[in-house]
């Protein structure tokens, strides 16, 4: 059993259980080995999956340390995620528990899934991308960051962002042909958000598909007002939204617009967005 374990992830007290989870594993009767670098990670994956030793990758930390992992390996080892993030959006996705002994026994019983990934100008990422103000905030976020992320890390990027994001147009075209201009644009993989926000509660990880979502108006308190018709789902039924589906999808600006992947900032339009169907093996309760 290979721990991939981020020490920047959720609140920064995450070792007890860290040392809960490798003493359960071993009585549970797997060998563990656990490391923080992605070099000696690759390098251990690979020979334990050449020797067919390797059960599963452990993700020990949020959704960019699963992103992170599925990004250095690929499709060739089976996945496991530990929720020790901020959010943990995939581990509340897959119904993935804390509890070390039920994980233990999730590990043990070895049900495996296959999921789509979504590859983001040759990033890997498992939930979604998104364009626009709350990019920018993960961007703000990312400049500022020293250590562990709490939620009430993003205050201050969050009000620098409503003060200084200037809202610019984004052009977005799917399948080649162009669909909308649009100032913010969430493109799903899974149906998961920050806060448990329902943008696109029907985007599914066993389609072949890619979601879009966007939002034409070009200030905070029209921000404010999709917050409000998205929590309440009535965004498209009172026209505030548009949707769409694609197996490719591309973001443009004649702006610098950021973009962020599975919470993690990506870098700036242009951007395009593809599906990787049934790419990635996954083992959940």
Known sequence: ?????????????????????????????????????????????????????????????????????????????????????????????????RHVPTFCRM????????????RANGQLFLLMVSAGFDADVVRRLHLERRGPIRHWSYFGPMLQAIWGYPFPQIRIAVEGAEW????????????????????MPWADGHDGWLDIKVFPGGNFWRGLLYFFSVLLRVDQRLGLSRCARGKSIELTSSAEVPYQVDGDLGGTLPLRVEILPDYLEVIVP
Not at 9 to 38: I, K, M, P, W, Y
């Open 1 to 97: 059993m290979l721990l991939a374990v981020n020490p920047k992830a959720g609140s920064g007290g995450g070792a007890a259980t860290l040392a809960e989870l490798d003493r359960g594993l071993v009585a549970a009767g797997f060998q563990v080995v656990a490391t923080s670098d992605l070099a000696e990670l690759n390098r251990l994956a690979m020979r334990g999956s050449a020797d067919q030793s390797l059960r599963t990758i452990v993700a020990c930390g949020g959704d960019g340390t699963a992103r992170l992992v599925v990004e250095q390996l690929g499709s060739k080892v089976p996945l496991s995620v530990f929720p020790l993030g901020t959010e943990n959006l995939l581990a509340k996705h897959l119904g993935i528990s």
């Open 107 to 118: 590990l043990q019983a070895d049900r495996r899934i296959r999921l789509d990934v979504g």
């Open 180 to 199: 909308a201009e649009s100032r913010w644009a969430f493109v799903f993989n899974l149906p998961r958000y920050a806060l448990n926000l329902p943008i």
